[in-house]
């Protein structure tokens, strides 16, 4: 029996002789993308007419391919809430192109400035909005910069990379959030002070992970924008979830919808095509040692910290995340840091702040 996956499409074999099961339904993952998939069985009638199950029958009944047709159902999980999200990515608007055009003019070791300048020309929207950051206080040039051709020049390769992914998030960020008491300015900060955090943590103990730092810094807590309509519909429990466990929002979300916002950002990553990396990251955020100690998902953890500590929270303020034990350590980064990288990434934000404001 051949299944064909509703999140990547691959086509993967099913013995149906290998099913005993007494359940309607069976669960499985698909081995290219992990997406959790539920089969609905239809068993037919046997030669008395009465329904079988395999459970139910000889090992030689269950062995017969003709004894059971199953189909595919496009769902997530058996829990219906969680089916009706996973179902849902499948119509999310995808990723702006240009961010995935330029994370691949940015991977070529042969392309040139060049190449990244005329992948923002093509979009006149887009140009306004690089040229506004281009001469924000941010990057020192105010006024400086009156063209693309101009800004790939002074800034350079990486900064007009990441004032594109800037530009062409804006618009996906710039959300508010009713279900997590969220102003669209808030969400939009905070996930600009987790990039510039990410940012200024991967130059301090690994170049090469500047750029996939900054992306998932800045879509780390996209997720949530996907939950919202869910939180809403649901916020009498959340709040009874709160009021009685005291624990963070992202347990919440897997107590009463089934999983948290980083996992579903990172399987909506997936279906983008966005690098494995940037989706492990975004998966283990808040869980880091749930990753096997992949960096990049540790530089996440600690700046999504470092930027609520620098005033960013996006939401009702609270206490302040605690560090998951060992980050440091693996980042090489000292206690007495934080407070200085936190300072940084406030004066990051207020510098570019006036151009956040659409």
């Known amino acids: 029996m051949k299944v064909e996956c509703p999140n990547c499409r691959m ?6 002789d290998r099913i005993v099961t007494a359940q309607d339904v069976v669960e499985l993952s698909c081995p290219a993308c992990d997406f959790e998939m539920a089969l609905k069985l239809k068993f037919s009638l046997d030669r008395q007419n009465h329904p079988q199950h395999p459970a139910d029958r000889s090992s030689e009944q269950q062995t017969a391919s003709d004894s059971a047709q199953i189909d595919a159902v496009k769902q997530g999980n058996v829990t219906g809430l969680k089916a009706k999200i996973l179902r849902s990515l499948v119509y999310l608007p995808p990723m702006p192109h240009i961010i995935l055009k330029a994370r691949d003019i940015l991977s070529d070791p042969e392309s040139s400035l060049k190449d990244l300048a005329k992948v923002i020309e093509t979009d006149q ?11 924000s206080a941010y990057y020192g040039v105010s006024g400086m910069i009156s063209s693309i051709p101009h800004a790939s020049v002074l800034l350079g390769q990486r900064t007009l990379g990441q004032m594109i992914t800037i530009s062409a998030s804006s618009a996906l960020l710039n959300k ?11 969400m939009w900060k905070h996930s600009l002070a987790c990039a510039f955090a990410a940012k ?7 170049e090469g992970m500047v750029e996939d730092a900054f992306t998932a810094g800045l879509l780390h807590d996209a997720g949530k924008i996907i939950l919202d309509p869910y939180v809403v519909k649901n916020k009498n429990k959340f709040k009874q979830f709160d009021s009685q466990q005291g624990l963070p929002i992202f347990e919440a979300e897997k107590s009463i919808i089934g999983f ?17 990396a940037q989706v492990i990251a975004i998966r283990y955020h808040h869980q880091p040692s749930c990753s096997e100690e992949n960096k990049l998902a540790c530089m996440i ?5 470092l930027a609520k500590t620098a005033g960013y929270p996006a939401g009702p303020s609270g206490g302040l995340d605690p560090i998951a034990p060992g980050i440091l350590e693996l980042l090489k980064l000292r206690g007495q840091d934080l407070n200085d990288l936190a300072n940084a990434v406030a004066d990051d934000v207020q510098k570019i702040e006036a151009e956040l404001q659409e």
């Open 11 to 16: 086509v993967s074999g099913i013995r149906t």
């Open 125 to 135: 929207a887009m140009v306004a909005k690089v040229l506004t950051l281009a001469n």
């Open 176 to 186: 508010k959030l009713r279900g997590y008491g969220v102003d669209p300015d808030e």
């Open 200 to 206: 200024r943590i991967a130059e301090s103990c690994n």
């Open 260 to 276: 948290d916002h980083a996992e579903i950002m990172s399987r909506a990553c997936r279906l983008w095509r966005f690098p494995e």
């Open 301 to 305: 953890h600690l700046a999504d910290v």
